[in-house]
């Protein structure tokens, strides 16, 4: 072990000399080089990087409306399962709700909705909104966080209390400055109190009628009771909206939603008329994210490539430069295999040199883009480690392949020959 | 005994272009242990091929070469190498010393390639240095040394691995009259401590000197005289 290692630290400080040596020899064309390789390491780092925050922004502009979430609402029967005259409009119940909370095996939660257009008003102030009815577990899955005040509870369901909580932007055109939780308002003139705040969302890649920033949550059975469908007596729920245990099963979940649901309201499980879906993982799932990245690491890789060509050049230069001095190694006992082994890794040294500014540079370029603050605009890039590791890793193959060539060139040397040129 | 080296019909030739040169026609030539050996002869004479093979650095094209009693021209590149490291220390007209390491690190080189641990590559490297009277330079590199010292350096590096035999091509042709003198003393002394030292000169009053002569000419050896 210790004959292993000592050879191994003689190597290891002799190949940092020499790729030292030979950059301070070569020191145009290792400004170059270098180059090419601390842009492409850094380039693996930063556009990767890059690459998982667009991923993260796209996907945060989707998940406003509710992480891995997807919504089912009915429609009308559809022209192939019934003549056209005969199409019932259809509807979901409280129980169709309970029923697919119940023996859903792909969603771990189900939340009901019921939507309604109509005006708020407070101090002459007025506003038509987005007036949502919504159960504590639709709130959970939307999870707009609160800025002040409380949530919708069971309690507020059970009682039907009039009470809402505001989007930022009905809040800021509603209320005068220092109201907020407890100030009482109107919608379609019947009062309501404010117990929360929605914070702000912003920019949303998705949605569903109104942007949340314009909506007012209240409890679902309050809403049931004031906006009343005229066509039924029984509480109507207008959409249910639930979450994916595994959003890969994206396709698999709405197809169980639409089976229990038709079930429930008895028309066909393949009448995507009557029981319709809508995902904002379908969408995001077509955005091109893993080309996108795969596309941006290729030609940073690229990048590294013409790097570790320019290292090879100049490695190249170098064993030729040196052959007397590797004759006088072979001379002096040194084998083929221990010059090999010597060149490898002074063409590591060399890329490593490179490569380690490259990680730095790439480190400096994601945190300084990443303290840009416009989360919704600009992505963030992403550093991980997984990344620096293959970026290391992808420099460190470049600088294998870059050493191949010298170092068989350097085992070739005849000892005989080149000390005869003395 | 078998002799240190035996050397029976060896031939070298070379291909340069479509021609073929042959450097050596038939070499048949023993050294025992101990002896110190002169090799003489005019330009193109073959001295620096038959070092070479002496040294390992080459096999012959035929004939048989052993070393230490093993048959030479049987080996590979791996093979010759560890001979070399093991067997043989070069000591080479221009030094060739490695400039970017120190007199105690070009010394060290050889043990570097035999795997010993570096404590103890260290402590033999500095008795190498101090064998030549040079320990208080072992921290200068060559850059820093006259060329006497330099020729030190690399007596002692040909020394480092106690080689059962010590091989000089040209060891004065670069130094003054009085450095040459130095060097050719210590040679001597080293033969006089009984180690195998076999030298290539130009210098016929080296090789006057020398308790054995060998002249090639032609690639044949044509005397072959002792005191």
Redesign the interface.
């Known amino acids: 072990m210790?004959?292993g290692a000592?050879?191994l630290?003689?190597f290891g400080s002799a190949a940092l000399?020499?790729a030292f040596?030979t950059l301070r020899q070569h020191r145009g064309r290792a400004f170059l080089t270098l180059f090419g390789i601390v842009w492409g390491t850094a380039a693996v780092i930063f556009l990767g990087g890059w690459g998982d925050g667009v991923r993260v922004m796209i996907e945060r502009g989707f998940f406003k409306t509710g992480r891995n979430m997807g919504t089912a609402w009915a429609g009308r029967i559809g022209e192939d399962f019934t003549p056209a005259a005969d199409r019932r409009t259809l509807w979901f119940n409280q129980q169709d709700l309970e029923a697919l909370r119940r023996r859903t095996r792909l969603s771990d939660l189900v939340g009901g909705e019921l939507w309604e257009i109509g005006a708020a008003t407070h101090g002459g102030r007025a506003r038509i909104t987005d007036l949502r009815g919504m159960d504590p577990e639709a709130i959970e899955i939307r999870g707009v966080p609160l800025a002040a005040g409380r949530r919708i509870t069971r309690g507020d369901l059970e009682h039907r209390r009039r009470v809402v909580l505001l989007g930022d932007e009905v809040r800021r055109l509603l209320l005068r400055p220092g109201e907020g939780v407890g100030t009482w308002i109107r919608i379609e003139g019947k009062p309501f109190q404010v117990i929360g705040l929605l914070a702000p969302v912003g920019i949303q890649l998705s949605q569903d009628r109104m942007l949340i920033d314009k909506q007012v949550w209240a409890p679902l059975s309050t809403v049931q009771m004031l906006f009343p469908r005229s066509w039924t007596d029984e509480p109507v729920v207008s959409n249910i909206i639930y979450r994916m245990r595994d959003r890969r099963d994206v396709a698999e979940a709405k197809r169980e939603v639409r089976a229990i649901l038709a079930d429930r309201i008895g028309v066909s499980r393949d009448d995507d008329e009557a029981v319709m879906g809508w995902s904002s993982l379908e969408m995001l799932n077509r955005f091109p994210l893993d080309q996108n990245k795969g596309f941006l690491l290729i030609l940073a890789i690229a990048t590294l490539g013409v790097g570790g060509i320019g290292v090879l050049s100049m490695m190249l230069d170098a064993v030729h430069e040196r052959r007397?001095?590797i004759g006088?190694?072979?001379?002096?006992?040194?084998?083929?295999?221990?010059v090999v082994v010597q060149l490898f890794a002074e063409t590591l040294a060399v890329t490593s040199v490179g490569g380690l500014a490259g990680v730095a540079l790439g480190v400096f370029g994601c945190l300084a883009i990443g303290s840009v603050e416009a989360p919704d605009l600009v992505p963030v890039p992403i550093l991980s480690g997984s990344l620096v590791g293959a970026a290391l890793a992808v420099m460190t193959i470049v600088g294998v392949v870059a050493g191949v060539a010298p170092a068989w060139r350097a085992s070739r040397i005849?000892?005989?020959i080149t000390?005869?040129m003395? | 005994m078998n002799p240190l080296l035996a050397l029976d019909g060896v031939h070298k030739t070379y291909a340069t272009g479509r021609a073929q040169v042959h450097a050596l026609r038939g070499v048949d030539l023993a050294i025992e242990r101990g002896e110190l050996v002169a090799i003489m002869g005019p330009s193109g004479a073959g001295k620096t091929t038959l070092l070479e093979i002496l040294g390992c650095l080459s096999t012959p094209s035929r004939g048989h070469y052993r070393l230490d009693g093993q048959a030479v021209e049987a080996l590979d590149d791996g093979g010759l190498a560890r001979l070399r490291g093991s067997e043989i220390g070069f000591v080479f007209q221009s030094f060739n010393l490695l400039p970017r390491m120190t007199a105690l690190e070009n010394v060290e080189l050889p043990l570097v390639y035999r795997r010993v641990p570096r404590a103890e590559r260290r402590q033999r490297a500095e008795e190498s240095l101090g064998r030549v009277g040079l320990d208080a330079r072992a921290r200068h590199r060559p850059a820093e040394l006259s060329g006497g010292e330099r020729q030190r350096v690399a007596i002692a590096r040909a020394l480092v691995n106690r080689p059962a035999l010590l091989l000089a091509d040209e060891p004065t042709g670069n130094l003054d009259s009085q450095t040459s003198d130095e060097i050719l003393a210590l040679l001597s002394d080293l033969h006089g401590e009984g180690h195998t030292v076999v030298l290539v000169t130009h210098d016929a009053t080296i090789g006057r000197r020398a308790p054995r002569l060998v002249t090639l000419r032609d690639g044949r050896v044509e005397s072959d005289q002792r005191d």
Do not use: N, W, Y
């Open positions: 210790q004959r000592s050879i630290s003689t000399r020499e040596h007397q001095e006088v190694r072979l001379a002096v006992g040194a084998r083929p295999r221990d005849d000892p005989a000390l005869r003395e």
